[in-house]
């Protein structure tokens, strides 16, 4: 049996019979989870260009409403893919306006004795309206994980921006009931048809702003304004 003196360099020969132990699985560091941050964007042409760039995904999603979710399936509150849940609401939302805003221009057309081209701009200023906030809302929800944006400045990559917008929209739909009544004594008594047509627009509404709200439920633990923050001023980041 030889030997060797520690520090000597020297290795030890296996002796016969003698195993050598067998090492155990390396440790691995848990994987760390994304940390959310949000993002000021002013003046971004950037994020306005990420945007556009998706017009002909979300288009492709208006032509097949139902492609990630049955008509059936939609009316459920329970749900397991929630982003298709509010992809399909948000397109059923632009077509629940275009049929609703052709119809009450019809109605306006031939019952109103005020200017025609009144209610064709009023419907087509809706439909134009639904849209954006239709591909906006999807963009959001699906691409930024929350976004926000008034005139100049967006707000991205914060969760808690999914919570307010979708209380906005649930509010929204409230406003929208609330509106629609008013026009209940136009049109001689025909004004009933106007309140149906405008307060059920508040459907596709409500649904969206309870799937916004569930999407952020599940996000809700994440750090909702992140640990870092960044401002991008124009396509430069600051």
Not at 171 to 195: E, P, R, S
Request: hydrophobic fraction near 50%.
């Amino acid at each position: 049996q030889a030997h060797s003196s520690l520090g000597s360099g020297q290795v030890h020969p296996r002796i016969k019979g003698q195993t050598r132990p067998r090492r155990g699985p390396a440790l691995r560091a848990p994987a760390q989870r994304p940390v959310a941050a949000m993002v000021f964007h002013i003046l971004d042409c950037a994020l306005l260009q990420e945007w556009v760039n998706t017009c002909n995904e979300y288009i492709q999603y208006v032509l097949k409403p139902f492609s990630r979710m049955s008509f059936k399936q939609m009316w459920s509150c329970n749900q397991s893919d929630l982003e298709g849940w509010f992809q399909t609401w948000s397109v059923v939302q632009f077509w629940w306006s275009v049929i609703i805003n052709i119809a009450a221009c019809i109605l306006f057309i031939v019952l109103s004795d005020k200017e025609k081209g009144a209610g064709i701009s009023n419907a087509v200023g809706g439909i134009i309206t639904a849209y954006l906030w239709a591909h906006l809302g999807w963009f959001a929800v699906v691409k930024k994980g929350g976004c926000c944006c008034c005139i100049i400045v967006c707000m991205s990559q914060a969760p808690i921006l999914l919570l307010i917008f979708g209380l906005w929209l649930i509010l929204w739909g409230i406003a929208v009931i609330l509106n629609a009544i008013k026009y209940i004594d136009y049109f001689d008594g025909l004004g009933f048809i106007y309140v149906i047509l405008y307060a059920s627009y508040a459907i596709p509404l409500l649904y969206m702003g309870v799937a916004m709200l569930k999407i952020w439920s599940n996000k809700k633990n994440e750090p909702q304004f992140g640990n870092t923050s960044a401002t991008v001023v124009g396509n430069a980041n600051v």
